[in-house]
């Protein structure tokens, strides 16, 4: 069976929701339920939902509210999805929309002593590349995917992150540390507890590994019952890595293929996310 999730990209996510979240909960509940083997059809915003246009410039890196980074489409409920279980998302197709941006925002990303300024690169993608009035003369293929997918982490799985990230904040390193403002939903304790979408953990995140395109089977340990899948952040293309700390952001849709592997993360003891990725992506990074 095929479903689909609609969101109206137009409206802010802190406005209208619509099937979106901007946090990792147990308690957030699930949008859709669908059984092992089905396909959905994903709408998602683009990592700072919609802040960036066209019309934007440099100045609007600096004024962009990044509390509510990443909005995702879901969670996804997959019956049957069990704690030791594996959840596979097949990865079938993404669709970027015909507007992205790479924004150099000052003191983010790994040449932030080399580019102390903003600067908002404007793209206008035709399904195959990706061109624009900032950069003349540049174009870069289409390579999408999406950079953040991950499932709901467990009660226990949401303490031990929380104690560990606490530590790592009070040792100085940049944490981003949850906040009720920005959260969607904004209720309690989910705008207090949920975590913020920033790092990859062990029930996924933002990935942002340009080899989760076309083709690619992403692994998530299920931490809790049903899975709770969500999507967002999607990527036009991306090198390896955000050297910036972006990659080409768009709003897109993905559409992906949902099983379970009963017993699977208890048996081979997977406490992380992994991937099955075909040798053509695996060699080249990308589809």
Not at 32 to 53: H, K, M, N, W, Y
Request: with cysteine.
């Amino acid at each position: 069976m095929i479903h689909e999730i609609r969101v109206d990209r137009s409206t802010p996510v802190r406005e209208r929701p619509d099937g979106c979240h901007t946090r990792w909960h147990p308690d957030i509940p699930p949008v859709l339920t669908c059984r092992p083997s089905d396909e959905v059809v994903i709408e998602t915003r683009d990592a700072v939902d919609g802040q960036f246009t066209l019309d934007s410039t440099h100045g609007d890196v600096l004024r962009a509210d990044r509390s509510i980074v990443h909005p995702l489409t879901g969670p996804i409920r997959v019956e049957g999805a069990q704690p030791g279980d594996v959840l596979t998302v097949e990865v079938i197709e993404v669709t970027p929309s015909s507007f992205g941006y790479t924004a150099q925002i000052p003191g983010f990303g790994f040449l932030a002593d080399e580019f102390p300024d903003p600067f908002l690169v404007r793209w206008e993608v035709d399904g195959e590349w990706a061109a624009s009035p900032d950069l003349p003369g540049v174009r870069i293929p289409a390579a999408p995917f999406m950079g953040t997918m991950g499932v709901a982490p467990s009660r226990a799985l949401l303490g031990s992150i929380t104690a560990r990230e606490s530590a790592l904040k009070a040792a100085g390193a940049d944490v981003a540390m949850s906040q009720p403002d920005g959260a969607v939903p904004a209720i309690e304790p989910i705008a207090s507890e949920g975590l913020r979408t920033k790092p990859p953990r062990e029930n996924g995140g933002n990935l942002d590994v340009r080899g989760m395109g076309i083709g690619t089977t992403v692994l998530f340990p299920v931490w809790i019952e049903g899975a709770n899948l969500s999507v967002g952040d999607g990527h036009v293309a991306q090198g390896d890595g955000e050297v910036c700390g972006t990659a080409i952001e768009t709003a897109a849709t993905v559409r992906v293929r949902l099983d379970v592997r009963s017993g699977a993360a208890r048996e081979r003891d997977l406490k992380d996310v992994a991937f099955e990725t075909p040798a053509r992506v695996a060699s080249r990074g990308g589809p």
